[in-house]
């Protein structure tokens, strides 16, 4: 559910001042006012921001790393092994 259901929800049904609803979702009360004085709106969309973190060229390598030391570990410890025998 989009934030301006939850606004109108708080507000038309369960009968919140635009204070309290401004106060639980963290918007503005001039925010909050505007949308619900707005019949037609719709949910605001934003643009999904493509931020590369600077440890991205190392996520890789770190992965390969893992898994070739998860791939070259034995199938049974050494430890197992000498109690067993």
Same mark, same amino acid.
């Given at each position: ?9 708080? *507000? ?10 401004? +106060? +639980?979702?963290? =918007?503005?009360? !001039?925010?909050?006012? !505007? ?18 973190? /600077? /440890? ?6 770190? %992965?390969?790393? +893992?898994?070739? +030391? ?8 050494? %430890? *197992? =092994?000498?109690?067993?025998?």
């Amino acid at each position: 559910m989009g934030m301006l259901a939850k606004i109108r929800r708080m *507000h038309f049904r369960d009968a919140m001042s635009l204070r309290e609803v401004a +106060r +639980r979702t963290g =918007l503005s009360r !001039n925010t909050v006012r !505007n949308w619900l004085r707005q019949s037609d709106l719709t949910e605001p969309t934003y643009p999904v921001r493509a931020v590369r973190s /600077v /440890v991205d060229p190392y996520k890789e390598r770190k %992965k390969l790393e +893992r898994l070739c +030391r998860y791939i070259s570990r034995p199938a049974v410890s050494e %430890k *197992h =092994l000498l109690v067993s025998s």
